[in-house]
């Protein structure tokens, strides 16, 4: 029988780096991340890893140090969160220009101004062209096992790209979820040995990191990091089959619910699916034709995939817990795009939730599902983009 | 050690700096960058900030190192060859690498003094294994000689020009040394060109002390300082006899002058030669000239009272 | 040298051939020479040692000349040579062609 154990999200990804054992971490601590590299220093005082954890004077020195030893020639991770990775900005785009196969959790958390410290998207969203890898995990066993998956998918010779791992701030990462933990010789068979190339400490064999690459080449650089990314599909699914094979659990590009026959559905990331997910069963009980997508897969963007699950539906729901002020918000863009070669386009619409961290009840649903079978009975013309959840003042 | 370092012996060394680098002719930057390298004779991982040094020792496709050499960013050159020395140290724990090596960063002073100042000093307060090298030229020279905290009182840069209002950089530059030694690290000091052999002493006893250690070495810019090609060594010897830049180290907290000039030139002998300094020698700015004079002689008094000389240096 | 292609296997911004710099020759640059007399040199070798451009060539120990494909004619041998006898070993001349 498998042992089951509650623990938080924070927990869940410590516990899967202490079974990983990386070669070096860096970190700084934020709210939420930081009880994830607390705990994780724990276990390196009391030597259940022998990592040698670098505790730096900023998340920018974070991703620094981790592009460092990441040259140097072995596994690096470290995490983050909010304005922690807004800091890293520069150097995310270092370390997926320099091919370095980093593995950073973040801890979603809106950005400042105003200051505050829960879950939105908007950190995230705004590495989203940064070339780095995205997963978004749904839960505590989600962020888990995309955690573990990540260092697969980023040191995999074809692809040696960094990976954020996506899980809500406090919501998953200070709630306590049920988990079904691999073993430790299970984990370290899955990600195996790290293969460094081109290591910067193989003093037989010097190079020279970060050359100067002006108009003769950028260009091809970046076409070249643009074509990597489009083989990331095919590892990322064979590196979930194995998975599947070692976990029972099962892992695509994206996750389809209860949307084989819907007519109209909600495409919404991380955990507020879960809420989703609940009041689509009961809708459903009411007759109500609706179901869910959820992406796991955010870069690079499985467009083909999206399109396929979605193109039978009438009506389509975004749903952002991130804006792009004065444009629609970022996963309704994808979205949009993923719908445009269709011949018979569902309405599309998007509204934007739960930022810093406002509650995202079963009620706020309910409102969504209710609009959009509106829409598709002609009741109402719906305005494309929309705030929801807002506070009603007397 | 020191016989080690005799230009004889060090002439059968490879250097570890190729030519074909894009520095500017007479650059000072790459004579001191040739010293380092020739005093350490273990293998060498370096690491740039971006800057003069780096876009010109590494244009796609072409290196001038012959050893390792990262470059990520600007301010990031410290923290980003300690994330290189602690996977060395990871890995040589995990029996996957057994060679002794040393790690350097080779800086300018916009990516030590101000930019880069926050991942130095946390890298110096962890106590990293590595030597952080300053090469100071006195102001952001790869974008065109912007003023930096590096930046002597009353130079003339782009950005700190000498107009009719406002005669050049009011501000005192920042004592970066004492900023280092402040974090209690082993070993701090400044050298010159000019006096390679106390400059490659330096290098050898910092490299042989485990732990974190900066050297700031004064590095002649010509362009920046408009002074003539050939003056790099010239000037940075005016700079020591005239105690503008006084040779010294702090070894675990003690101070040490490792060198005293045989006569005390004025400052003005070495401000005149620089073209940035040209408007100091107009009589409405001579204020500036006895200012720049009394600070000189007032930093180098309190020096030699923190630590005399020792009486085996000439 | 020819630029390199960027293909998939080569998109990683790192340069595996060390010191390959010296395929550029940076002696173009110059519009003044240094010019070498034996008979004044004392073999100090300060000019092999400040040399920026690595530029001092050395036969058996002994300065025998300089290498013209990197020199960038800055002139420092030429001022910092102490010479013999009040005569400097390296003089600077204008570059024929400059």
């Known amino acids: 029988m498998k042992k089951m154990t509650a623990v938080t999200g924070n927990e869940a990804l410590a516990e899967a780096l202490r079974q990983i054992n990386p070669d070096v971490c860096a970190a700084y601590p934020i709210t939420p991340q930081t009880d994830m ?169 010097p190079a020279s990191y970060g ?33 599947e094979y070692l976990s029972g659990r099962r892992y695509g ?63 389509v729901c975004v749903l952002d817990r991130s804006d792009s002020f004065g444009a629609f918000a970022p996963l309704y863009v994808e979205i949009a795009a993923s719908l445009y070669p269709l011949e018979n386009k569902p309405v599309l619409i998007n509204r934007i939730y739960g930022l810093g961290g406002r509650d995202f009840m079963p009620e706020h649903v309910e409102a969504v599902i209710n609009e959009m079978a509106d829409i598709l009975s002609r009741k109402a013309a719906a305005p494309p983009k929309k705030y929801i959840s807002l506070r009603q003042y007397v | 050690m020191t016989s080690t370092l005799k230009i004889k012996n060090l002439a059968s060394k490879e250097n570890r700096l190729a030519p074909g680098h894009r520095m500017c002719q007479g650059c000072g930057a790459a004579i001191v960058v040739k010293m380092v390298l020739l005093a350490i004779d273990k293998p060498v991982v370096a690491c740039s900030p971006t800057g003069c040094l780096e ?36 890995l040589k724990k995990r029996g996957k690498m057994s060679h002794d090596m040393a790690f350097v960063v080779f800086a300018g002073d916009g990516g030590t003094y101000d930019i880069g100042l926050q991942s130095l000093s946390g890298v110096m307060e962890r106590g990293h294994d590595l030597l952080y090298i300053c090469y100071d030229n006195g102001a952001y020279m790869n974008t065109g000689t912007q003023r930096s905290g590096a930046t002597p009182f009353g130079a003339s840069t782009t950005t700190s020009p000498a107009g009719s209002a406002v005669p050049g950089k009011l501000q005192v530059r920042k004592d970066i040394t004492k900023i280092m030694a402040a974090h209690n690290i082993p070993y701090a000091a400044q050298a010159s060109p000019s ?19 900066f050297i700031n070495i004064l590095s002649p810019c010509h362009r920046g300082w408009r002074s003539k090609a050939d003056d790099a060594i010239s000037i940075s010897r005016l700079a020591v006899n005239t105690r503008f830049w006084p040779l010294y180290e702090i070894e675990n907290g003690k101070t040490r002058m490792t060198h005293i000039p045989k006569e005390k030139l004025p400052l003005e002998t070495f401000l005149r030669p620089q073209g940035r300094f040209a408007h100091l020698f107009r009589p409405e700015n001579a204020w500036m000239l006895e200012d720049s004079q009394r600070r000189v002689d007032t930093e180098w008094e309190a020096l030699i009272a923190s630590g005399p000389p020792h009486t085996s240096e000439r | 040298m020819k630029t390199r292609i960027i293909t998939r296997s080569t998109c990683k911004p790192v340069i595996c051939e060390p010191g390959n710099s010296a395929a550029f020759k940076t002696g173009t640059w110059r519009s003044l020479k240094p010019v070498f007399e034996p008979a004044h040199c004392s073999n100090c070798l300060l000019c092999w040692l400040y040399c920026p451009d690595m530029s001092v060539n050395l036969t058996d120990g002994r300065v025998s000349g300089f290498n013209f494909d990197y020199c960038k004619g800055c002139g420092i041998c030429a001022l910092e040579c102490p010479g013999k006898k009040g005569a400097k070993a390296i003089r600077m001349e204008k570059e024929e062609n400059a």
């Not at chain 1, 370095?100 to 950190?123: E, G, W």
């Not at chain 1, 260009?219 to 599909?233: A, G, L, P, T």
């Open chain 1, 211 to 243: 050359p100067l690459i002006l108009t003769d080449q950028y260009h091809e650089y970046k076409k070249e990091q643009n074509e990597i990314m489009d083989s990331v599909f095919a590892v990322t699914e064979a590196v979930a089959s194995e998975f």
């Open chain 2, 55 to 90: 876009v010109t020792t590494c244009i796609s496709d072409y290196t001038a190192w012959k050893i390792p050499w990262i470059h990520s960013a600007f301010e990031n050159a410290a923290v980003t060859l300690a994330g290189v020395e602690t996977m060395y140290r990871a």
């Open chain 2, 195 to 213: 006096h390679h052999l106390d400059l490659m002493r330096k290098v050898q006893k910092a490299v042989s002390i485990p732990g974190p250690k």
């Open chain 1, 253 to 315: 590009l994206l996750e389809s619910y209860r949307l084989e026959d819907a007519e109209i559905g909600i495409v919404v990331l991380n955990s507020a699916a879960g809420t989703c997910k609940d009041m689509i069963d009961e809708a459903r009980e009411n007759g109500v034709k609706v179901g869910l997508l959820k992406p796991r897969l955010f870069r690079p963007f499985p467009y083909a995939a999206v399109a396929s699950a979605l193109s039978h539906l009438k009506v």
């Open chain 1, 37 to 205: 590299m607390q705990q994780f220093s724990d276990f390196v005082a009391d030597g259940l890893v022998d990592t040698e954890l670098m505790l730096v004077e900023s998340e920018h020195s974070a991703l620094s140090a981790c592009i460092g030893a990441s040259a140097g020639g072995g596994r690096v991770a470290t995490a983050t969160s909010g304005p922690g990775l807004a800091l890293m900005w520069e150097m995310l785009y270092v370390a997926s220009g320099m091919r370095c196969p980093i593995v950073m959790a973040v801890v979603n958390r809106a950005l400042s101004a105003p200051l505050n410290i829960h879950c939105d998207h908007s950190d995230a969203m705004g590495a989203r062209d940064s070339g780095w890898i995205q997963l978004w995990s749904e839960n505590q066993q989600e962020a888990y096992d995309n955690l573990i998956m990540a260092f697969r998918i980023a040191e995999h010779p074809d692809i040696q790209l960094p990976v954020m791992v996506c899980m809500d701030g406090f919501i998953i990462s200070h709630s306590v979820g049920v988990m079904d933990f691999l073993s430790d010789d299970a984990v370290q068979r899955f990600v195996g040995d790290f293969t460094a190339q081109d290591a910067l400490l193989d003093i037989e064999r």
